[in-house]
DNA sequence: CTGAAAGCGCTAACAT
DNA sequence: ATGTTAGCGCTTTCAG
């Protein structure tokens, strides 16, 4: 591995000469530069980053966390932000947090050890002591899917609530008065959001909620559905929260051979892939998983270059109803036509 | 930020002290360690690794490049890599490469020169040139699903061939006797592998080959399938030869109302989870995804240690047929069970 | 415009 | 068992 000073030795000239060059720190005689490039090449010198590091750098690294990086939603958001970064000249630190508020922020605290230039991170709380802690030492944050709730945090998110209410509005023109909402226990602000939504719209019809809960305490859907359906009034629509609890409601559906679209009205937060392929295709809110992970980047790459000072931005980005025929809608001919899923590229 | 002379100072001992209660490198008295312990405490302090690199040590960083996060076969190997690594006390650098075997080199050598313990990855092309110089670097590396050709490499692969094999036999003996493949134009170890088997085997039955390459070069499946079906002798089954595939072959089969199943048998290779909630399900080679990454990560963790100065170990891991009901095959109680799909621990 | 020296935080090697 | 020194590769500072 060649340093600084070999490369000074062979060109014949001082090394702040060549550190110069390499940076652009300052001007340099155009022989000088000459020399120095050709020793560069000749030997085969690149900077090491710790050498930087020490003396105060950051690191040309920026951090993500996600609660799962196997989760379809995340995976792409990951693939996104991973590509912006090396677009920009940074590599990506990435971990899982496991949905474990304590594995966030323990894994947070060694990248910054590692003096990384930008996290990027989907919060399990909104309250996190290492977000403070980060940036008191100046390291630049932006949280992704959920806010945090330091004022001071840059955060993309979507407009969750209102999404959630244009899906129940469109159910209700629909003519369904009956709808089951099937959310988790997790308490994120995601959930808590698009809880919300499908509440302040149902009463805002005059309508009661119905809200079938799933995860290791209440139980599975599967478990839960037929109590739900022996209950009068019956739901004849079905919400769910996310992608993963619409996959656990179509499976359930499938296997107790009740119709979706006809029997039951289905639709979903995120889009799947799946969701095409299935008959009826699910009515689904589709999320702009790309835009959010490039907005991400982008944000925080603006905090690093010091371009941007002001306080946390929350850029609320905008979803999509994508209707197609789970929720009663009649097929139309453009509709069928097999669209490539977003974020599918490969 | 503490450095270790501050704990030294503080605690009124010799650096090396300090260093060696850190390290446990050596014995120190009882007393000295408490003192040390408390200091360390007191002032916060933590190693900086930039220091320890600069002494030519390496990160306790793994590098992880696969050809896209966002691809479901991936996005489970990465997270189950990324786990095992934190487990072990690593973090993570991971890239996509994008398909492209230039930005897998450029990415790695990045990787080398942070200077990470070890490196997992999906390579492009069996014969990189990067590998060399790793090695020659002592850089421990593991080679994913597809082998690398230098012998002194380790691998973790699954018998496509036999696989595919199995799967064509399995379709051979519900009476098909033209069975469309369907393939991408990757020249990649897995898909030549699989293509071989199903080649092999077509042969020893005596039968013919057809295969069906997609591809910016040949076309969409939807393009291509119109021509085949019209060309005697009709296919009565397609093989897809992964998940993409399939589900490209899937959507265009419900498009133009082929009944899978009945007009058609459809097997894949990968499972996903789309094939689940299809009816019929989808028959499909399954790979032990989660196994490939704990494998990988355990492989290198070996040579990290220098626990194993053998040659490259090439582990082949045992795939599974996931008989469904796209096949031909009849509808049975427990086969209808939905199962949990395996690396969705969600 | 260029160079020399000091030192970032750590540990290997050598004292004690 | 413990302390001291030198130096990893780089940049900041100060002198030319």
Redesign the pocket.
């Known amino acids: 591995?060649p340093?600084?000073?070999d490369v000074a030795k062979v060109a014949g000239?001082?090394?702040?000469?060549v550190?110069r060059v390499?940076?652009g720190?300052?001007?340099?005689?155009v022989?000088?530069e000459k020399k120095v490039r050709a020793a560069i090449r000749r030997i085969g010198y690149e900077?090491?980053e710790a050498?930087?590091i020490?003396?105060g750098?950051r690191a040309h690294v920026l951090g993500l966390i996600v609660p799962d990086i196997a989760d379809p939603f995340f995976a792409v958001c990951a693939n996104v932000i991973q590509l912006a970064a090396r677009e920009a000249g940074y590599m990506t630190l990435m971990v899982a947090s496991d949905h474990q508020a304590t594995i966030e922020k323990q894994q947070a605290e060694l990248m910054m050890q590692r003096q990384i230039a930008g996290l990027i991170t989907v919060p399990m709380v909104a309250d996190t002591d290492y977000f403070v802690r980060g940036r008191a030492s100046g390291l630049p944050i932006v949280a992704m899917d959920r806010p945090l709730s330091d004022a001071d945090a840059d955060a993309v998110i979507v407009d969750n609530r209102d999404a959630s209410m244009r899906m129940v509005e469109h159910l209700l023109q629909h003519g369904h008065r009956n709808i089951l909402c099937v959310t988790d226990e997790e308490k994120i602000f995601t959930r808590l959001e698009r809880l919300t939504g499908y509440t302040q719209c149902m009463h805002k019809a005059g309508l009661n909620t119905r809200i079938c809960m799933v995860g290791p305490v209440s139980g599975t859907f599967a478990e839960q559905f037929p109590s739900i359906l022996a209950t009068e009034p019956r739901p004849t629509a079905i919400f769910a929260l996310n992608d993963l609890l619409a996959v656990e409601v179509i499976r359930h559906l499938r296997h107790t051979h009740v119709k979706i679209g006809h029997d039951m009205a289905v639709v979903g937060f995120d889009d799947f892939d799946a969701a095409t392929l299935i008959i009826p295709r699910i009515t689904v809110v589709r999320q702009p998983v790309v835009e959010m992970g490039r907005q991400a980047v982008s944000m925080l790459l603006q905090r690093i270059e010091g371009r941007s000072t002001e306080p946390g931005k929350h850029t609320v980005l905008k979803t999509e109803l994508i209707i197609r025929e789970s929720c009663g809608c009649g097929f139309s001919k453009t509709d069928m036509k097999p669209k490539s899923v977003s974020g599918g590229k490969r």
Request: without cysteine; proline residues 4%; charged residues 20%.
């Open positions: 591995m340093t600084l000073a000239v001082g090394v702040m000469s550190s390499v940076n720190t300052r001007k340099v005689s022989e000088t900077p090491s050498a930087k020490l003396k750098h």
